[in-house]
């Protein structure tokens, strides 16, 4: 699992490898027996109770209590709702095509699946380490718009097809201020892998720690937020917008196997900005000096490393997903032609700007043998205020200077 960086890209870079051998990779049975369990076994149960806990702390942002009624603090409440969805009767309407209808749930869930099928939870601990790992996540959320384009248009609704069609078109937008949010983390770690890009932020540390990392990191969490159909981007399931949208016509566990999708999605986009940023599960500065506390043995200092590590990924990735439901309570919901103006006119132009940036971050810090720490923040943190006030300031001057949509009388 070492990697070693490209010659190439790193004139100067020593190399390096993985701090911590998997102690499973040596008993294939186990590894697979261990990662079905965790995928199929802990992940949807752990999603039932993040449903839960965005109820609790939407009641408390709103003053009210919650679910509390089901179990002590409403604990069964998610256990209770399962048992419903999966007892109510399945419909499909007479026009739509049955095969599509009943497949278009299930490729939306596989999606979310295969998206943390290269996560590294901790040192050793990814299913799968693809060299292009990266690449590879990025391919496997694409298969989310058309699983919901699908489903609309298998319904032969026109409201399901049209809230699908909304639905496509934010996703592939926001797609892309989303992937060129990453761009910056593949130029410092000189790898696809997700791996690789833990090993280098144990090396260099988190990098979130910067002026470009903190505005990619911006950037991203925005892009995450939309491409999970959370507020304030969740036009396309809107019931004030286009009836539900492209789940109308879904009912009983099909309909929630969309739910289950959305709320996998939550959990892997924060653990991919946990991955990508904030440096896996290591803390601040003492990345090296955590994952090597236990020494290189096989099973005690693996299990005791993973312990600590996988912790503190849990510890940042609930924060990451509070962040979200923080940001549903709180915004409202945006107009359609202001949320693709968003993604368009501010996202992108930030995102292309910051790969410059970027670049010269990986010229002071990164590549000498000796980083100058001090000299790229002051070089780089005028440049990204630059870049995001020049956005912001550009935008408001266009808007200024467009007459704005006619307003026509209804005639009665």
């Known amino acids: 699992m070492g990697v070693t960086p490209s010659p190439m ?21 186990l590894r697979w027996l261990f990662w079905f369990a965790v995928f199929f076994g802990l992940l949807p149960g752990v999603m039932a109770y993040v449903v839960w806990a965005e109820r609790k702390v939407a009641a408390r942002f709103q003053d009210r209590i919650g679910p509390n009624r089901v ?14 969805l999966i007892t109510k009767e399945h419909l499909v309407p007479t026009t739509a095509d049955a095969w599509v209808h009943t497949m278009a749930p299930v490729l939306l869930l596989v999606s979310a699946f295969l998206m943390l099928a290269v996560i590294p939870f901790g040192s050793g ?23 919901i384009f699908l489903a609309g248009w298998s319904s032969r609704n026109k409201f399901s097809l049209i809230g699908a069609m909304r639905a496509v078109a934010q996703l592939v937008s926001y797609e892309v201020p989303q992937v060129l ?11 696809l892998s997700l791996v690789a890009i833990f090993d280098r932020q144990v090396d260099l540390g988190w990098f979130l720690l910067s002026p470009p990392g903190l505005l990619s990191f911006l950037i991203l969490t925005i892009a995450n937020i939309a491409e999970v159909n959370r507020a304030p981007f ?25 739910f289950l999708a959305e709320y996998l999605g939550i959990f892997g986009v ?23 506390a236990f020494g290189t043995g096989r099973w005690p200092a693996f299990l005791a490393t993973n312990a600590a590590l996988v912790t503190i990924f849990s510890l940042k990735v609930a924060a990451y997903i509070f962040f979200i439901f923080w940001v549903r309570a709180t915004l409202p919901r945006l107009r359609v032609d202001r949320l693709m103006d968003f993604a368009w006119k501010y996202l992108v132009p ?57 307003m026509t009388p209804r005639l009665r």
């Not at 004139?11 to 701090?19: D, L």
């Not at 292009?132 to 496997?140: D, K, P, T």
């Not at 990453?182 to 000189?190: C, K, Q, S």
Request: aromatic letters at 8%; charged letters at 5%; glycine letters at 10%.
């Open 9 to 29: 890209l790193w004139a100067s870079a020593p190399v390096y490898h993985s701090p911590q051998p998997s102690a499973i990779e040596g008993v294939p049975w």
């Open 71 to 84: 179990g002590p603090l409403g604990l069964l409440q998610s256990i209770a709702d399962a048992i419903k």
């Open 125 to 147: 601990l990814a299913a799968v380490n693809p060299p292009s790992g990266l690449l590879f996540l990025v391919a496997i959320t694409s298969l989310s718009p058309l699983a």
């Open 181 to 191: 949010a990453t761009v910056p983390v593949v130029l410092w770690a000189g790898s």
């Open 234 to 258: 969740d036009l396309p399931e809107a019931e004030s917008e286009i009836i539900a949208g492209y789940h109308t016509e879904y009912s009983g566990m099909r309909f929630a196997l969309f």
């Open 270 to 292: 924060s653990c991919l900005g946990t991955a990508l940023f904030l440096g896996g599960g290591t803390l601040p500065f003492v990345g090296g000096l955590q994952v090597n």
């Open 350 to 406: 930030l995102a292309l700007a910051n790969l410059m940036i970027a670049a010269v971050w990986f010229e002071l810090v990164i590549r000498p043998a000796t980083p100058h720490h001090l000299l790229g923040w002051l070089v780089t943190a005028p440049l990204v205020a630059g870049a995001v006030v020049g956005v912001v300031a550009i935008n408001r001057a266009a808007a200024k200077a467009s007459p704005g949509p006619v």
